[in-house]
């Protein structure tokens, strides 16, 4: 038995709690598929606290963005990368702390597999910036999902879209408040499934508690866990280049 997390964005209030109930379970296998950072307030603590829990962590496109620069990004997201970067990036006088988070976030890969299972951010056509979403299944295959369901055996795990679904190779598809957060493998699958695991930090699927997944063999199970948000948004109005639209939207879950 294992736990999935995805799309921190440095919401540590959010991170603690899931933390939290992936113990109370007994879960001390523990990946994480990125985003540890962006648009949230405590960067820091939420790297910290990823490389302490995490057996694995993968390079999301907030993450990749703080080393490489947030070229495609929005003006919010592309102001919280450039806070965020001011946080984490070392000085010349800096500890070791200090250079240890961010050797961590500058060597993130962008995919892991276990057995028949993939991990990855976002698509495995593109790591770290394509999004698979449930609305793109229409009638049947596109080149774009035959592409996907090629890369892996089983499951695939991804964050990114912050929208808890599955879309399996019989181009079926539905949200976990669908499944009443359990999917049992096969079901409304021929051989493989797509299992997005939603946002810890920034949900948005109207449900604003922090969300994650446990895989135990062919179960999946979604956890949603409320969180301290009041504790998060008044940190965030706080700080000058965090826009207050990214507070307001942790409220509402979109």
Request: glycine share 6%; with cysteine.
């Amino acid at each position: 038995m294992f736990a999935v997390i995805s799309d921190l964005h440095s919401n540590i209030s959010a991170l603690e709690v899931v933390l939290q109930d992936i113990e109370s379970l007994g879960i001390t296998d523990l990946i994480c598929l990125g985003d540890v950072v962006g648009y949230g307030p405590q960067p820091l603590e939420c790297v910290d606290m990823v490389m302490e829990k995490c057996r694995v962590c993968l390079k999301g496109n907030h993450d990749e963005a703080l080393v490489h620069g947030a070229y495609a990004f929005n003006l919010r997201a592309q102001k919280a990368i450039e806070w965020t970067r001011d946080q984490l990036k070392p000085g010349f006088f800096s500890g070791s702390a200090v250079r240890r988070r961010w050797e961590f976030l500058t060597n993130l890969p962008l995919r892991h597999e276990e057995g028949p299972d993939l991990f990855i951010h976002g698509s495995p056509r593109d790591p770290t910036n394509e999004y698979i979403l449930a609305t793109e299944i229409g009638f049947g295959p596109t080149e774009k999902f035959e592409e996907i369901f090629a890369s892996f055996e089983r499951f695939l795990f991804v964050g990114h879209t912050h929208m808890p679904c599955i879309i399996t190779d019989k181009y079926e598809t539905k949200t976990s408040t669908e499944l009443n957060n359990v999917y049992e493998f096969p079901d409304m699958a021929e051989h493989k499934a797509i299992i997005n695991v939603g946002s810890v930090g920034q949900p948005r699927d109207r449900d604003n508690r922090a969300c994650y997944v446990v895989v135990d063999g062919n179960t999946v199970k979604w956890r949603r866990v409320e969180y301290d948000i009041e504790r998060t948004t008044k940190i965030m109005d706080s700080i000058a280049q965090l826009d207050q639209a990214l507070a307001a939207r942790l409220k509402e879950g979109i």
